[in-house]
């Protein structure tokens, strides 16, 4: 379902995406780690349409993005880290508008976007402006546009920030349905419990390089002996040196 | 001395004031530093614009007091005169933007969670922000007051020490408004939660401004230059005497510039000043010792508001079916962003007063009479374009230049979504474009109705205008997509970058280039009329298809020059 080919990005002299080959096929849920700054989201917002690749190739379902952008975009929901949208518009018309840029309107698409919002307890604020609604709240409701479309793929980055337990319970459960269904999530996150309990597969990236991927059995073979929880496989793949120098750093 | 800090006690963090300004300093230090492609040119462009701009000012001003001078007795009532006029005109605006800069500085800032939450002494976050706010409200006025005092200085021989006197008497005039508008928006907030209150002060403001407009054309400022008007000349020098209000701070500084180029040494207006400054700062710093904590926090609630517009979407729905799905919600969501902008759409109403004045000019041209040929009467309407070519232009800049830098946030979904960047740009233009044609063809339709033009002229202006305005917009939009101000939280602030510059520049290129190719044309016609002379018809052919061509050039160019680079923009 989504397909990256020599993928790579570049800023000036800095190599934020370096050669990437990925794939992750249809009904898997794939989780991206990596520690700040490793090229997660610059990956991510490639796959999105967003950041046009320097080189290599991204096919969303079969669809060449660079080559056909609307019909590779048409496939595809989007959720960004951070939750900017028109300050102005109630939650209600964000949906519809969102919907419409996927040339898609009628009673059908209002039916869906009131039952996203009553799963993600916003339908009390569906008339509300964006600009009260809360951090969590915009994170919810932006979540919310991407299903509302129903797209074959969903790329995610960092989905947990701003949640309460509650909604972060129900991205999970959705997630798991959605692929259950045949669907795919590309999903890059910190939340270390998160990515072990829920991904089907995970990769690991740092400076630019996928270090790792593979299902949790095969990422513990990869890591040394000792390393059985993601939280030690991570460290050991992306250098656990910076947490030891904490102490360090507390004692000077 | 005495020590009151005890040994065992560890001192308190205390971070200065120049600490505090530090950030701002060190940011206006990076972004006139950074090293972006075209600096260089921008920096020369800016300069030549900004020279051009004070020698246009310091010329008419330098006529007008050249002539003032030469008039005796009365010349240095009227210098005066028309500085206290042009300062409280200043006052008012500094007054104005000073109350609605304090908002953001004093209390929506993003630094004010760092400050409120860091060890920083009350009297220096004051003092730092009453900085932050007189420095972004004040730098426009104090730009306009150099070539105006340079004016003064020059014809009426002001001396080496002159520029220090103009420095000792525009530092307490900027501080006084900063000081005032800061303690009116600390009490407002304290009143009403800041959100509501910007959307108040907007509104305020556009009234105030409006109100302020309307005032000076009814008071008609254009009989002082005629003391014929006047019963007598004990009259008009009565007038003149009186000063436009004693209280004022404007009539402080204009008595103290003039008696300083008068060679009479009056030092009252000098102590006003300089004591009213320092009890206002003292003043406000009592009120915002008092009110700030509590008024900070309120700022921080965001106000509750629903916004049901169901019968809106009905009626938008089956009126916009034709546009599709996607070109409709892209409509759809331009006019509800900008209704629901208070700081927007308040300032249709300034716009309304600006057309309502502008009529109200050409109602009152003297053209009828003796003297008042056919040729004079046609030649003025055309002229009227070019005003309201300006008029539209500065609407454009205001309302279509900053469409795309409004996107800036949100450009992740529309870049992410299958829709096209062509409809996003095209939905922008359309929206902005269809009112300001409107607008145009009632401002142009009505003055040529109040002119009683011939039909030939009334088809030329009402046709010509149209082309303009669309030539206006591809423009706006375009140089709004060339130099975009995406990291902007104010609106109002876009139109006066670097590229609402350049888009204001190119218009005035435009509009010039259209009249110029159209007046020949115009010309041979009415002459041809006036002296029943047959009209040369190649010389219309050529001169209306070149204005044509120059319009469709600045309508389709923008536009696509805008669609590559936003296609190229990565967000």
Same mark, same amino acid.
């Given at each position: 379902?989504?397909?990256?080919?020599?993928?790579?990005?570049?800023?000036?002299?800095?190599?934020?995406?370096?050669?990437?080959?990925?794939?992750?096929?249809?009904?898997?849920?794939?989780?991206?780690?990596?520690?700040?700054?490793?090229?997660?989201?610059?990956?991510?917002?490639?796959?999105?349409?967003?950041?046009?690749?320097?080189?290599?190739?991204?096919?969303?379902?079969?669809?060449?993005?660079?080559?056909?952008?609307?019909?590779?975009?048409?496939?595809?929901?989007?959720?960004?880290?951070?939750?900017?949208?028109?300050?102005?518009?109630?939650?209600?018309?964000?949906?519809?508008?969102?919907?419409?840029?996927?040339?898609?309107?009628?009673?059908?698409?209002?039916?869906?976007?009131?039952?996203?919002?009553?799963?993600?307890?916003?339908?009390?604020?569906?008339?509300?402006?964006?600009?009260?609604?809360?951090?969590?709240?915009?994170?919810?409701?932006?979540?919310?546009?991407?299903?509302?479309?129903?797209?074959?793929?969903?790329?995610?980055?960092?989905?947990?920030?701003?949640?309460?337990?509650?909604?972060?319970?129900?991205?999970?459960?959705?997630?798991?349905?959605?692929?259950?269904?045949?669907?795919?999530?590309?999903?890059?996150?910190?939340?270390?419990?998160?990515?072990?309990?829920?991904?089907?597969?995970?990769?690991?990236?740092?400076?630019?390089?996928?270090?790792?991927?593979?299902?949790?059995?095969?990422?513990?073979?990869?890591?040394?002996?000792?390393?059985?929880?993601?939280?030690?496989?991570?460290?050991?793949?992306?250098?656990?040196?910076?947490?030891?120098?904490?102490?360090?750093?507390?004692?000077? | 001395?005495?020590?009151?800090?005890?040994?065992?006690?560890?001192?308190?963090? #205390?971070?200065?004031?120049?600490?505090?300004?530090?950030?701002?300093?060190?940011?206006?230090?990076?972004?006139?530093?950074?090293?972006?492609?075209?600096? @260089?040119?921008?920096?020369?462009?800016?300069?030549?614009?900004?020279?051009?701009?004070?020698?246009?000012?310091?010329?008419?001003?330098?006529?007008?007091?050249?002539?003032?001078?030469?008039?005796?007795?009365?010349?240095?009532?009227?210098?005066?005169?028309?500085?206290?006029?042009?300062?409280?005109?200043?006052?008012?605006?500094?007054?104005?933007?000073?109350?609605?800069?304090?908002?953001?500085?004093?209390?929506?800032?993003?630094?004010? #969670?760092?400050?409120?939450?860091?060890?920083?002494?009350?009297?220096?976050?004051?003092?730092?922000?009453?900085?932050?706010?007189?420095?972004?409200?004040?730098?426009?006025?104090?730009?306009?007051?150099?070539?105006?005092?340079?004016?003064?200085?020059?014809?009426?021989?002001?001396?080496?020490?002159?520029?220090?006197?103009?420095?000792?008497?525009?530092?307490?005039?900027?501080?006084?408004? &900063? &000081?005032?508008?800061?303690?009116?928006?600390?009490?407002?907030?304290?009143?009403?939660?800041?959100?509501?209150?910007?959307?108040?002060?907007?509104?305020?403001?556009?009234?105030?401004?409006?109100?302020?407009?309307?005032?000076?054309?009814?008071?008609?400022?254009?009989?002082?230059?005629?003391?014929?008007?006047?019963?007598?000349?004990?009259?008009?020098?009565?007038?003149?005497?009186?000063?436009?209000?004693?209280?004022?701070?404007?009539?402080?500084?204009?008595?103290?510039?003039?008696?300083?180029?008068?060679?009479?040494?009056?030092?009252?207006?000098?102590?006003?000043?300089?004591?009213?400054?320092?009890?206002?700062?003292?003043?406000?710093?009592?009120?915002?010792?008092?009110?700030?904590?509590?008024?900070?926090?309120?700022?921080?609630?965001?106000?509750?508001?629903?916004?049901?517009?169901?019968?809106? +979407?009905?009626?938008?729905?089956?009126?916009?079916?034709?546009?599709?799905?996607?070109?409709?919600?892209?409509?759809?969501?331009?006019?509800?962003?900008?209704?629901? #902008?208070?700081?927007?759409?308040?300032?249709?109403?300034?716009?309304?007063?600006?057309?309502?004045?502008?009529?109200?000019?050409?109602?009152?041209?003297?053209?009828?009479?003796?003297?008042?040929?056919?040729?004079?009467?046609?030649?003025?309407?055309?002229?009227?374009?070019?005003?309201?070519?300006?008029?539209?232009?500065?609407?454009?800049?205001?309302?279509?230049?900053?469409?795309?830098?409004?996107?800036?946030?949100?450009?992740?979904?529309?870049?992410?979504?299958?829709? +096209?960047?062509?409809?996003?740009?095209? +939905?922008?233009?359309?929206?902005?474009?269809?009112?300001?044609?409107?607008?145009?063809?009632?401002?142009?339709?009505?003055?040529?109705?109040?002119?009683?033009?011939?039909?030939?002229?009334?088809?030329?202006?009402?046709? @010509?205008?149209?082309?303009?305005?669309?030539?206006?917009?591809?423009?706006?939009?375009?140089?709004?997509?060339?130099?975009?101000?995406?990291?902007?939280?104010?609106? &109002?602030?876009?139109? @006066?970058?670097?590229?609402?510059?350049?888009?204001?520049?190119? +218009?005035?290129?435009?509009?010039?280039?259209?009249?110029?190719?159209?007046?020949?044309?115009?010309?041979?016609?009415?002459?041809?009329?006036?002296?029943?002379?047959?009209? #040369?018809?190649?010389?219309?052919?050529?001169?209306?298809?070149?204005?044509?061509?120059?319009?469709?050039?600045? @309508?389709?160019?923008?536009?696509?020059?805008?669609?590559?680079?936003?296609?190229?923009?990565?967000?």
């Amino acid at each position: 379902m989504i397909r990256l080919s020599a993928l790579t990005k570049r800023y000036g002299s800095f190599t934020a995406v370096d050669q990437i080959d990925l794939s992750v096929p249809r009904g898997q849920l794939f989780g991206f780690l990596g520690p700040n700054g490793a090229g997660k989201t610059t990956t991510l917002r490639m796959i999105a349409g967003i950041l046009r690749p320097t080189a290599g190739r991204i096919e969303i379902a079969g669809i060449d993005i660079v080559g056909d952008p609307r019909a590779a975009k048409s496939k595809l929901g989007f959720i960004p880290d951070r939750p900017f949208i028109y300050e102005k518009l109630t939650g209600a018309e964000f949906l519809r508008f969102v919907a419409g840029l996927y040339d898609q309107s009628g009673p059908a698409i209002e039916h869906r976007a009131r039952e996203l919002l009553a799963l993600f307890d916003l339908e009390e604020w569906r008339d509300e402006l964006v600009e009260s609604y809360s951090h969590g709240m915009r994170q919810k409701l932006i979540i919310s546009s991407a299903f509302v479309h129903r797209p074959e793929v969903i790329v995610v980055d960092e989905p947990m920030v701003g949640l309460d337990p509650k909604a972060a319970k129900i991205l999970k459960d959705l997630f798991r349905e959605y692929t259950r269904r045949g669907h795919t999530i590309m999903m890059s996150t910190h939340t270390l419990e998160v990515a072990q309990s829920l991904c089907d597969r995970i990769g690991i990236i740092q400076g630019g390089k996928i270090r790792a991927c593979g299902t949790m059995d095969e990422l513990r073979r990869d890591a040394e002996a000792g390393a059985t929880g993601l939280e030690h496989i991570f460290l050991k793949l992306t250098g656990e040196n910076a947490a030891r120098a904490l102490v360090d750093v507390l004692d000077a | 001395m005495l020590d009151f800090v005890s040994v065992d006690e560890p001192r308190r963090p #205390d971070p200065s004031l120049f600490h505090l300004l530090r950030p701002k300093v060190l940011t206006a230090r990076a972004k006139a530093m950074a090293g972006e492609r075209g600096r @260089t040119a921008r920096w020369l462009v800016l300069a030549i614009f900004g020279v051009l701009f004070w020698a246009f000012i310091f010329g008419v001003v330098f006529r007008l007091l050249k002539y003032f001078r030469g008039v005796p007795e009365i010349g240095p009532l009227l210098a005066g005169k028309l500085l206290g006029l042009i300062l409280v005109g200043f006052f008012s605006i500094l007054l104005l933007s000073n109350v609605i800069t304090a908002l953001s500085s004093f209390f929506l800032a993003r630094d004010l #969670d760092l400050l409120v939450a860091g060890p920083v002494d009350w009297l220096k976050l004051y003092g730092a922000k009453l900085m932050e706010t007189l420095v972004h409200s004040s730098w426009m006025v104090l730009l306009m007051a150099i070539p105006l005092f340079a004016a003064y200085g020059v014809v009426y021989e002001g001396g080496w020490f002159f520029p220090f006197i103009v420095a000792g008497l525009l530092g307490p005039f900027l501080l006084l408004p &900063a &000081a005032i508008g800061s303690a009116i928006t600390l009490l407002l907030v304290n009143i009403f939660p800041a959100r509501r209150t910007r959307d108040i002060l907007s509104v305020i403001a556009i009234l105030t401004a409006s109100g302020v407009v309307l005032l000076f054309r009814l008071v008609r400022p254009e009989r002082f230059a005629k003391p014929e008007g006047f019963r007598s000349l004990v009259d008009f020098i009565t007038l003149l005497r009186t000063p436009t209000s004693p209280l004022l701070p404007s009539e402080w500084v204009q008595r103290a510039t003039m008696s300083w180029l008068t060679y009479k040494t009056d030092l009252l207006p000098w102590y006003l000043l300089w004591s009213t400054a320092a009890s206002a700062v003292v003043l406000g710093a009592a009120l915002h010792w008092r009110l700030y904590p509590q008024g900070f926090s309120k700022a921080q609630e965001s106000a509750q508001r629903w916004a049901r517009s169901g019968w809106f +979407s009905r009626v938008a729905d089956r009126a916009l079916a034709p546009l599709g799905v996607l070109r409709r919600e892209l409509v759809l969501k331009e006019v509800r962003l900008f209704f629901r #902008d208070t700081t927007q759409w308040s300032q249709l109403l300034l716009l309304a007063v600006l057309v309502v004045v502008y009529v109200f000019n050409i109602k009152f041209l003297p053209l009828k009479g003796d003297g008042m040929t056919f040729f004079l009467r046609n030649v003025v309407p055309f002229l009227n374009l070019v005003l309201a070519g300006f008029v539209l232009a500065s609407i454009a800049a205001r309302f279509i230049f900053p469409g795309v830098s409004l996107e800036g946030r949100t450009l992740w979904l529309l870049r992410s979504s299958p829709m +096209s960047i062509r409809d996003l740009l095209w +939905s922008k233009f359309w929206v902005g474009t269809l009112p300001l044609l409107i607008l145009a063809l009632l401002i142009v339709g009505v003055t040529n109705y109040l002119l009683q033009v011939s039909v030939f002229m009334f088809m030329v202006s009402i046709v @010509t205008i149209a082309a303009m305005t669309l030539a206006l917009a591809g423009l706006a939009l375009g140089f709004g997509t060339l130099f975009p101000q995406f990291e902007t939280e104010n609106a &109002a602030q876009i139109p @006066t970058s670097f590229g609402g510059l350049l888009f204001m520049m190119a +218009s005035v290129a435009v509009i010039g280039g259209v009249v110029i190719l159209e007046a020949r044309p115009v010309y041979g016609y009415l002459h041809a009329r006036a002296f029943g002379s047959p009209s #040369d018809v190649t010389e219309m052919v050529a001169g209306f298809g070149l204005a044509g061509a120059l319009c469709l050039l600045s @309508t389709l160019v923008p536009i696509k020059v805008a669609l590559r680079r936003l296609q190229a923009i990565e967000r």
